[in-house]
């Protein structure tokens, strides 16, 4: 199956986004692929692009163990023909631990689990090297796809978008996507973001570093990062972690609009953004574009939890 872009904006039809005065849009980049979904093609796009330029005998990656990066490395690599490893954080899993890790290991990817201690050496210099003494001549891809390629990749979701709106909405795991967002604003445009990790605040400082990387002055990167409106309070407690009120609004959202939202990053992102309007946050006639960022395979492990009707679209 090949990349589907660009990817298409759908408008959201809702009573209460109509009681409000509002239009909210969503660019499905979940259709991107049905693995290699959304924001996680966007940020292998041009590390794929250079294994192929390069000399290398696999390219290795990190992730936790329910990753979209993880699992959408390990489609990329079965898909372009690279051979691709997982460091997966938790020493105690294995590759039948859930259906994200058990589906890598089917598309090739080998896992190597270490523990958390270890894991945490992952962006070292040194870590990475005794990888590549021990693994051979490897391409490395931080965790979630995060440096300059991989912003790189994210500013062209912008670049597909020819109407105008007030705000656009992002969920964000290393803020690279919403890096790349920032850096093709322009000047009057509202980025929000919703970050999937409990004190996401940490998000300024990789946004700096990745700014940083792409030769932006400090100055820039300061005013950018400060315009963005950082909506900290839906987490739910934090990476992957969710509630009852959280997957019955999925399955809700779903009742309505037909659309998978997964409970790690665009159930979060949606369902900030409703509980913002209800509130009454937003202007009458205030024009909002959402970006689904896709990966929702991990809700596989929720099925139980679903109603039928997502169940079913779920596990297929």
Request: glycine share 10%; aromatic share 12%.
């Given at each position: 199956?090949?990349?589907?872009?660009?990817?298409?904006?759908?408008?959201?039809?809702?009573?209460?986004?109509?009681?409000?005065?509002?239009?909210?849009?969503?660019?499905?980049?979940?259709?991107?692929?049905?693995?290699?979904?959304?924001?996680?093609?966007?940020?292998?796009?041009?590390?794929?692009?250079?294994?192929?330029?390069?000399?290398?005998?696999?390219?290795?990656?990190?992730?936790?163990?329910?990753?979209?990066?993880?699992?959408?490395?390990?489609?990329?690599?079965?898909?372009?023909?690279?051979?691709?490893?997982?460091?997966?954080?938790?020493?105690?899993?294995?590759?039948?631990?859930?259906?994200?890790?058990?589906?890598?290991?089917?598309?090739?990817?080998?896992?190597?689990?270490?523990?958390?201690?270890?894991?945490?050496?992952?962006?070292?210099?040194?870590?990475?090297?005794?990888?590549?003494?021990?693994?051979?001549?490897?391409?490395?891809?931080?965790?979630?796809?995060?440096?300059?390629?991989?912003?790189?990749?994210?500013?062209?979701?912008?670049?597909?978008?020819?109407?105008?709106?007030?705000?656009?909405?992002?969920?964000?795991?290393?803020?690279?996507?919403?890096?790349?967002?920032?850096?093709?604003?322009?000047?009057?445009?509202?980025?929000?973001?919703?970050?999937?990790?409990k004190g996401g605040e940490?998000?300024?400082?990789?946004?700096?570093?990745?700014?940083?990387?792409?030769?932006?002055?400090?100055?820039?990167?300061?005013?950018?990062?400060?315009?963005?409106?950082?909506?900290?309070?839906?987490?739910?407690?934090?990476?992957?972690?969710?509630?009852?009120?959280?997957?019955?609004?999925?399955?809700?959202?779903?009742?309505?609009?037909?659309?998978?939202?997964?409970?790690?990053?665009?159930?979060?992102?949606?369902?900030?953004?409703?509980?913002?309007?209800?509130?009454?946050?937003?202007q009458s006639g205030t024009?909002?574009?959402?970006?689904?960022?896709?990966?929702?395979?991990?809700?596989?492990?929720?099925?139980?939890?679903?109603?039928?009707?997502?169940?079913?679209?779920?596990?297929?």
């Amino acid at each position: 199956m090949l990349i589907k872009l660009p990817s298409p904006i759908q408008k959201l039809n809702s009573a209460l986004y109509e009681k409000h005065g509002l239009e909210v849009w969503m660019k499905r980049d979940d259709l991107i692929h049905a693995e290699i979904s959304g924001n996680k093609w966007r940020k292998l796009k041009f590390y794929i692009e250079k294994y192929k330029a390069g000399n290398f005998n696999a390219l290795l990656t990190f992730g936790g163990a329910f990753s979209n990066h993880i699992a959408a490395t390990a489609a990329a690599g079965k898909i372009y023909n690279i051979p691709s490893i997982g460091v997966i954080r938790g020493e105690e899993l294995n590759a039948s631990s859930n259906a994200t890790l058990k589906k890598a290991s089917e598309n090739g990817m080998k896992l190597i689990f270490v523990s958390r201690e270890e894991y945490s050496y992952k962006e070292e210099k040194e870590y990475q090297q005794n990888l590549r003494d021990k693994l051979g001549s490897l391409l490395i891809v931080n965790e979630g796809g995060f440096g300059f390629d991989g912003m790189l990749g994210c500013t062209e979701i912008l670049n597909e978008v020819e109407e105008e709106f007030d705000f656009y909405a992002v969920a964000a795991g290393t803020g690279t996507t919403l890096a790349g967002l920032a850096f093709g604003l322009e000047e009057n445009d509202k980025l929000m973001c919703f970050p999937a990790l409990k004190g996401g605040e940490f998000l300024k400082e990789n946004l700096y570093k990745l700014f940083a990387m792409a030769g932006i002055p400090n100055d820039e990167a300061n005013e950018r990062i400060q315009s963005i409106h950082w909506e900290l309070d839906f987490h739910f407690g934090g990476y992957a972690k969710y509630s009852k009120e959280l997957i019955d609004f999925i399955n809700d959202f779903f009742d309505e609009h037909e659309i998978v939202l997964d409970h790690i990053y665009n159930g979060k992102l949606m369902y900030g953004l409703n509980k913002k309007i209800e509130r009454g946050e937003f202007q009458s006639g205030t024009k909002i574009l959402v970006l689904h960022t896709g990966g929702v395979q991990g809700l596989k492990s929720l099925s139980k939890r679903l109603s039928p009707e997502l169940r079913e679209v779920i596990e297929g």
